[in-house]
């Protein structure tokens, strides 16, 4: 997975736009939310595609780095 940096900006300050989690950053979901999707079919187009780089983020242990990311780059 090769991410540029304002993709990684842009999914620090992803929120998931309906559900259980509505309005919460993507980052702070929980990963078995990512699974259930990936075995049950990502939402199609922007949100599934950043849902499924968030699960990567996640399965590698990344998440610090886009919390640091939301941070740093706040006024975006």
Do not use: C
Request: glycine letters at 8%.
């Amino acid at each position: 997975m090769e991410l540029d940096g304002q993709l990684l900006i842009e999914l620090a300050h992803y929120k998931m736009p309906f559900g259980k989690y509505k309005n919460q950053y993507l980052v702070d979901l929980p990963e078995a939310y990512y699974v259930w999707f990936q075995h049950k079919g990502f939402p199609p187009g922007k949100l599934g595609s950043m849902m499924k780089q968030m699960l990567e983020i996640k399965v590698n242990g990344l998440e610090d780095m886009i919390r640091t990311i939301r941070r740093d780059f706040a006024n975006r």
